[in-house]
């Protein structure tokens, strides 16, 4: 049963990601986690207010950031492995359980994925758990997230891009969005 794992850059902030990753690794892969930008991806939003270069060079700087961000995670974890092509995920997922995925500014481009603020990471997760078939995606972020809210409401708070419900409407994995300290104890 694979698992996405989207690790909100957030995160990063609140000193959860350490634990969040020793979490991943005591639980069944095959899983691949999918990096939030966190602050590097919110030095592209500043920049791009500063010097207001289009949304496609910060759709593409925000990529980077998440590229940055595994190979953090990597650097905290390096038992798990960085996979840069989403197509050889489940196949590198037989060798190493845990993987983390470090998204491709070509790749996204191919999938037709629009370079947009309405997509961040969020929806690139969904779209990486349709594209190798994943059975469940579990989005972890740092802010509070009342459990009776459905998908659009989270979106409307907020919590998860506008985009999101467009990669999810034929979405046949299951899908939870929790908060870290809801993660945290939960055990598989």
């Not at 989207?6 to 609140?14: A, N, Q, R």
């Not at 650097?75 to 997922?93: G, N, Q, T």
């Not at 009342?146 to 409307?156: I, K, R």
């Amino acid at each position: 049963m694979t698992c996405v794992i989207k690790l909100g850059g957030s995160l990063l902030e609140t000193a959860a990601l350490p634990a969040c990753l020793a979490a991943i690794a005591n639980r069944a892969g095959p899983i691949v986690i999918v990096p939030g930008g966190g602050p590097f991806a919110e030095q592209v939003r500043t920049a791009q207010g500063q010097w207001h270069f289009d949304d496609e060079a910060a759709h593409r700087m925000a990529i980077l950031a998440m590229q940055q961000m595994a190979l953090l995670m990597h650097s905290l974890m390096p038992e798990f492995a960085i996979v840069a092509d989403a197509a050889s995920l489940l196949r590198s997922s037989q060798v190493k359980p845990i993987l983390i995925w470090s998204p491709q500014v070509e790749q996204v481009d191919k999938a037709n994925i629009v370079a947009s603020w309405d997509v961040t990471s969020d929806s690139l997760a969904a779209w990486l758990a349709g594209f190798i078939e994943a059975d469940e995606l579990i989005v972890v972020k740092s802010a509070q997230i009342p459990e009776h809210l459905s998908l659009p409401d989270l979106q409307q708070q907020g919590i998860l891009d506008t985009a999101f419900q467009h990669f999810t409407t034929q979405a046949s994995y299951k899908i939870t969005v929790m908060n870290k300290d809801r993660f945290l104890s939960h055990h598989d």
